[in-house]
Nanobody, 119 residues
Framework: QVQLVESGGGLVQPGESLRLSCAAS????????MAWYRQAPGKQRDLVAD???????NYADSVKGRFTISRDNAKNTVYLQLNSLRSEDTAVYYC?????????????WGQGTQVTVSS
């Protein structure tokens, strides 16, 4: 069983920063991809950024230049540094871990952490 535990959300003002963390535990296959998604009220869950075991990153256009994803493979932990936050970044942020074995995708989610950007 794989578990993902997120931390670091909160209430900040526009322009401020936050750092989210997500620690994975259990039987984890490597290589894998760790990612952050977000879901605002009434909207679908969208990819924010992802990172492979080898460190290749990918970002949504809306966060490029403001957010940075990183990971510590030894700790099975992924981070998301959120800078220059805007009100439209307000959402529940979910950690995601995925890998593929023999054409089967294994996908796990964290419980989510709330990020609220408001003055």
């Amino acid at each position: 069983q794989v578990q993902l535990v997120e931390s670091g959300g909160g209430l900040v003002q526009p322009g401020e920063s936050l750092r989210l963390s997500c620690a994975a535990s259990g039987s984890i296959f490597s290589p894998n991809v760790m990612a952050w998604y977000r879901q605002a009220p009434g909207k679908q869950r969208d990819l924010v950024a992802d990172i492979t075991s080898g460190g290749t990153t990918n970002y949504a256009d809306s966060v490029k230049g403001r957010f940075t994803i990183s990971r510590d493979n030894a700790k099975n932990t992924v981070y998301l540094q959120l800078n220059s936050l805007r009100s439209e970044d307000t959402a529940v942020y979910y950690c995601n871990l995925e890998w593929v074995v023999l054409s089967r995708t294994y996908r796990y989610w964290g419980q989510g952490t709330q990020v609220t950007v408001s003055s």
